[in-house]
């Protein structure tokens, strides 16, 4: 296999990821165990495997994906952590689930079904639940909650492992009237059909990074983080319970050097005009690698320490900056420079949610965009 050719990458330092899985163990209360950190989507773009194996080796209790097909991943490499899959599955799915021991999060009565026609009586495979409190694409409705319990009180194929549900809101926790207030209130009254059962002693949980970074309670068995344990808040808003520290960083290079005229446009549309004689400098990164097309004329990246503008459209492959600052200040730029597009640079840094800000998005999604195409370099 060919080594990396291209100096375009993705920097993915798993000692920050340590440090980040750390301190929202100890934001749970200080154990491991109260631990199901997400890694779906690829771990948000940081590589499944590698992330995954840091939470197996620090004790995760369980590992969350969203694809039947995520998990056989991690159990082809090795992970043996239980691994919650949190997605709808038909009955082929529910075949390859059991093959490759996974646990699936279940919202319909029909998938206990599926389950239970392929397994051996006896067979006491575990199962978590779901409930839907509010966000309307996942779940049973409050009013099964006693037939949810039923149908697991005495059944001999299916082990009842877990009882969660899923907020809508990052930025209303803290709000006694907000919205995760009511669907807290909503699941505390379904999570009463399940106490006392002699046969049920499911684990409850609905914490998300937001959640756990802003001391939710009550805290339940066990919190659920994606975005925090990878060093990034939901919202710049968020006041945290945590300190976190971003685990990617994005870099390519100057490639290319143009002197401009003033009034001399740059990029499709020309859409970016000179307004005085100028320098451009190209770095070969664009919206294929996960660059926001948004970033047009507005996105920042660093070059040499200091942050310069993206001069007009990004394009597929290529952004171009202005770097006549740096000239005028006389610190470059030259051809091969590393150009930062999140991450940190001498002093100053570029976060993820910044860049969200910027391309009118979220965190999620520019973490989850850094595209394939960029290779990622892993540091501890």
């Not at 899959?85 to 599926?114: C, G, M, N, W």
């Not at 999570?191 to 002699?198: A, L, T, V, Y």
């Not at 339940?220 to 976190?244: C, I």
Request: proline fraction near 4%; glycine fraction near 8%; hydrophobic fraction near 45%.
């Amino acid at each position: 296999m060919l080594g990396r050719l291209r100096n375009s990458y993705a920097e993915i330092d798993l000692s920050r990821l340590e440090q980040n899985f750390l301190a929202l163990a100890a934001a749970m209360g200080g154990t491991s165990k109260q631990l199901a950190p997400m890694v779906k989507a690829d771990a948000y773009g940081h590589g499944d495997i590698q992330v995954a194996r840091v939470c197996e080796k620090l004790g995760a209790r369980y590992v969350g994906v969203a694809l039947v097909e995520e998990g056989i991943r991690l159990r082809l490499a090795g992970i043996q952590i239980p691994i919650l899959v949190f997605s709808h599955f038909d009955s082929i799915s529910a075949e390859a689930i059991v093959k490759y021991r996974l646990t699936p999060v279940i919202s319909q009565f029909e998938q206990i079904a599926k389950l239970k026609s392929i397994l051996h009586e006896q067979a006491s495979y575990p199962v978590h639940v779901k409930f839907n409190t509010g966000m309307q694409r996942l779940g049973f409705e409050p009013e099964e909650a006693m037939q949810v319990v039923k149908e697991f009180e005495h059944d001999a194929f299916l082990h009842l492992e877990g009882v969660c549900t899923h907020f809508t809101a990052s930025d209303d926790f803290v709000d006694s009237n907000g919205e995760t207030q009511q669907q807290i209130k909503i699941f505390s009254k379904i999570s009463e059909n399940f106490k006392g059962r002699s046969k049920i002693a499911p684990l409850f949980h609905y914490l998300n990074s937001g959640a756990i970074l802003t001391r939710v309670t009550p805290k339940l068995d066990l919190g659920r983080p994606g975005l925090a344990l990878y060093g990034a808040y939901p919202t710049l808003q968020v006041k945290p319970a945590a300190m976190l520290e971003p685990v990617m960083s994005v870099k390519s290079f100057v490639g290319y050097i143009h002197k401009i005229k003033k009034g001399k446009k740059v990029s499709y549309g020309g859409t970016w005009q000179a307004k005085q004689d100028s320098v451009i400098a190209v770095v070969p990164i664009g919206y294929a690698d996960g660059v926001p097309r948004a970033l047009s004329n507005k996105g920042m990246v660093l070059i040499r320490g200091e942050l310069c503008p993206i001069a007009g459209i990004v394009c597929m492959d290529y952004i171009m900056i202005d770097v006549t600052t740096l000239i005028e200040k006389n610190l470059g730029p030259v051809v091969g420079d590393e150009v930062t597009l999140i991450g940190k640079q001498k002093n100053k840094t570029i976060l993820a949610e910044e860049v969200a800000a910027l391309a009118s998005s979220i965190p999620y999604e520019i973490l989850t965009g850094i595209q394939a195409r960029i290779p990622r370099v892993y540091i501890h």
